[in-house]
């Protein structure tokens, strides 16, 4: 469901001038909003547009079913013959989604966004939700070559641990961080493509001036997440399978069962990372959209022109640096959650080895609960900090802002060093996520890869060094990198509903 956090929730408010025609305001947020923020636009029958994000998700149910039921395994029950490659089948799946998608999302944007007064209107948009679909397509290719052994990125990892348990770390580090570039690419060229086939749709205000720039940034949002009922198929299939293999493994089944498990598991920790890496170009998209509409709800409260942030001015500039700390305190607190977690679990399995001395021979039962207790309870309390500080800290800013500038005669200083903190924030955010993703999938897949009997397989001093690497992984990728997209997404919609306090 973490995904559906980034669609556009899209209020839509019609005043009707006369019987012929209507003026048509459209908000694109992930909370309802006033007119403080609104774009608008003129167009004769604005309930096309209304339906349009409801039709588009309703064809994502229908093509990701679709593409679900196409995967078929070619290898026969009974006969044993080599194991054929599941991402291979998933990717074949996702291709066909795609290529519905493309089909649909352009018959949608005919049906529903041709207006008279721009005929040509739809035909940009379409290409607008295109370049949202290429862009999903380019995240989830560029994750897969990051974080699957298949690929040289992990094998590489994956030799830097026979030198030992360091140069796995350095070299895992230096995947993550190198991982960041090509997604911002991507985005980048997505962000603008959009908003330049947006502006010259045709679509025009009272006055004549070209807005469409904003809408066709949420086209290609929607055409992103046109698929997303697939991708997130993919990445419920990650947990499955690594619980499958869990299952196996403690219930001593044999090793060939255990060699198919593991093969699933990798390619799980793939399409994990490829899902995670979607969600990010998502909250990218819709975080662009969403200051936007905070700079209009702020302009429309305070009644004064509210086009530009100027980062030279140096509490503008401090908010900015401010933004950019949020994330990584964030991203520190909830790695240092798993690691006080994981002392507890360690500890407490320590203690029962000593008092069930029978439980490494299996006379007797470990007490699984307790240690399953120690983990729920440590999930809720250990969030409360990074949690109250993605809450608080926006609002506590833009008020000691404020304040500051009504001492110094700069009215809207608290709105503004809001501003910059939101987008330092997003922009750290994004990088520091497909890091944190991309670097945890890339050790786990690395120690799988050695466990398939490369670089001296299990047990080797490789894989001891690979066991490290997946360990310093795991929160990584299974609780910082994935907060974090919701945390850009809050940030942006705690300054948008709290605009006022500001002013």
């Known amino acids: ?23 048509f305001f459209i908000c694109i947020s992930t909370v309802p909003c006033n007119h403080s923020s609104l774009r608008k636009f003129v167009v004769a029958d604005p309930s096309g547009f209304i339906l349009f994000p409801l039709v588009v ?50 018959v949608s944007t005919r049906w529903l966004l041709y207006t008279e007064q721009a005929p040509s209107a739809w035909l940009n948009f379409a290409l607008c939700g295109l370049v949202g679909i290429i862009t999903a397509y380019a995240f989830v290719w560029i994750s897969k070559y990051y974080t699957d052994y298949k690929h040289e990125p992990v094998r590489l990892l994956a030799l830097s641990s026979s030198t030992g348990h360091g140069t796995n770390i350095i070299a895992g ?16 060229v997505a962000i603008i493509a959009a908003y330049w086939l947006g502006q010259t749709s045709g679509l025009v205000d009272d006055s004549g001036n070209p807005t469409g720039g904003l809408f066709g940034t949420a086209v290609a949002t929607m055409g992103m997440l046109s698929t997303a009922g697939y991708v997130l198929t993919m990445d419920m299939f990650g947990p499955i399978a690594d619980n499958a293999g869990g299952i196996v493994e ?15 598991d990798a390619v ?62 964030f991203s520190a607190w909830a790695c240092s959650a798993v690691g006080k977690t994981a002392q ?27 240690c399953v207790a120690i983990v729920a309870s440590a999930s ?23 304040i500051l500038g009504h001492y110094t005669g700069q009215p809207l200083l608290g709105a503004k060093v809001v501003a910059s903190m939101l987008m330092f924030a997003t922009v750290a955010g994004i990088l520091m ?36 690497g997946d360990t310093v992984g795991d929160p990584f990728k299974d609780t910082a990198g994935p907060s974090i997209h919701v945390l850009i997404k809050m940030l942006a919609t705690i300054t948008l509903v709290m605009a006022p306090i500001f002013l």
């Open 1 to 23: 469901m973490e995904l559906f956090l980034g669609c556009l929730f899209m209020q839509v408010v019609l005043i009707l001038k006369n019987k012929s025609r209507a003026t």
């Open 57 to 106: 998700h309703s064809f994502d149910l229908v093509v990701s079913s679709i593409g679900i039921l196409s995967i078929r395994g070619t290898r026969e029950s009974g006969i044993i013959s080599a194991i054929e490659d599941p991402m291979a089948v998933m990717q074949k799946g996702y291709s066909i989604t795609i290529m519905l998608a493309v089909v649909t999302f352009g």
């Open 173 to 188: 580090v230096s995947l993550g961080l190198e991982s960041t570039a090509l997604p911002v690419l991507v985005i980048s």
């Open 250 to 264: 403690m219930s001593q089944q044999p090793e060939s069962v255990r060699e198919i498990t593991d093969v699933l």
């Open 268 to 329: 799980g920790n793939t399409t994990k990372a490829t899902t995670k890496g979607f969600a990010i170009g998502s909250a990218a998209l819709a975080s662009f959209l969403l200051f936007s509409a905070y700079m209009d709800e702020v302009a429309a409260f305070a009644q004064l022109p509210f086009k530009e942030v100027d980062i030279a001015i140096p509490e503008v500039f401090v908010g900015g640096l401010l933004g950019s700390m949020l994330i990584f305190l």
């Open 344 to 370: 507890e679990v360690v500890n407490e399995v320590r203690r029962q080895f000593i008092e069930r001395p029978g439980i490494m021979d299996y006379k007797e039962k470990p007490d699984y609960g307790r």
């Open 380 to 402: 809720l309390r250990e969030m409360i900090r990074p949690g109250a500080l993605a809450i608080i800290s926006p609002m506590a800013v833009g008020v000691i802002f404020r």
């Open 433 to 468: 996520a497909l890091f944190l993703n991309t670097a945890g999938g890339a050790w786990d897949n690395a120690k799988k890869y050695i466990e398939t009997g490369a670089l001296g397989g299990k047990g080797s001093e490789s894989h001891k060094a690979a066991v490290t």
